[in-house]
């Protein structure tokens, strides 16, 4: 199995930018992690007159599918291929983590491109997947690992939301630039913060930015490159020097 190698990716993802602007039709590819939609939103670019979202299910998704299409197409009605079980153990006491629901699915011959996120809660699982398999893994996904498993469809709406711990800091910032906000938000200099910005590895709610002056306001996510990920809760008044109170939650990857 393992992940394809970015040769592959390539071929796959320029594949839909050509199909979906030879049939004039929006067409969707299989799961990408966050790499690949890098690599997808560069092939963008060879296509003028295409366009392309990306979309895993939930809002802070982390793998999604590309759904490309001709500009002028971008009103036209489209349902992402996407479904979403809940596997929940049928012993209550049985604490399964990621791996174990990512293996047990595997395990049944499907490939990892065909699998969004995962999101695991004390109780059960919910999955992101492609609807073609949906079927497939309601009928024989009857354990994860030793422990016998229940598997229903549920609305991707129904999603568990996922619990993310984090750490809160609130501070001040002399403006609301994403250079200024990142920083605080990752422990790094401002000066240090705006090089990495313009090296695109800094996205922000999930759009790469390659300004560190963007303005930043609150609710949005800033999501960087090795550093992780943070959410600007709250945006404050004044403070006697004229800098800006903000308080932001960074999370801690589990």
Not at 10 to 32: G, H, V, Y
Not at 60 to 69: M, P
Not at 152 to 175: D, F, G, H, M, N
Not at 226 to 233: F, I, M, N
Request: proline share 5%.
């Amino acid at each position: 199995m393992g992940d394809f190698n970015e040769k592959q990716v390539e071929a796959r993802i320029r594949d839909i930018f050509t199909i979906a602007q030879k049939n004039r039709e929006k067409k969707a590819s299989n799961f990408l992690d966050p790499a690949q939609q890098q690599i997808a939103q560069d092939i963008a670019k060879d296509f003028p007159g295409m366009s392309f979202y990306f979309d895993g299910g939930h809002e802070e998704a982390e793998r999604k599918i590309l759904v490309a299409y001709p500009e002028d197409l971008s009103d036209e009605p489209f349902k992402a291929p996407l479904g979403a079980l809940r596997i929940t153990p049928k012993d209550p006491d049985e604490y399964l983590g990621h791996r174990d629901y990512l293996g047990a699915i595997l395990g049944l011959g499907i490939s990892r491109e065909k699998l969004g996120d995962i999101l695991v809660s004390k109780m059960s699982a919910d999955v992101i997947v492609k609807q073609e398999i949906m079927e497939y893994i309601g009928l024989n996904l009857i354990k994860v690992g030793s422990v016998p498993v229940s598997v229903e469809e549920i609305s991707l709406k129904e999603l568990l939301q996922p619990e993310r711990s984090y750490k809160e800091i609130t501070s001040t910032v002399a403006s609301l630039r994403l250079d200024a906000v990142a920083g605080l938000a990752f422990g790094i200099s401002r000066s240090k913060m705006a090089p990495f910005i313009k090296g695109e590895n800094v996205r922000l709610n999930f759009k790469v930015v390659k300004d560190p002056a963007a303005p930043v306001k609150e609710g949005d996510v800033i999501s960087a490159n090795r550093l992780g990920r943070a959410k600007v809760v709250e945006v404050g008044g004044q403070s006697k020097k004229g800098r800006t109170y903000v308080k932001v939650h960074k999370y801690v990857s589990r």
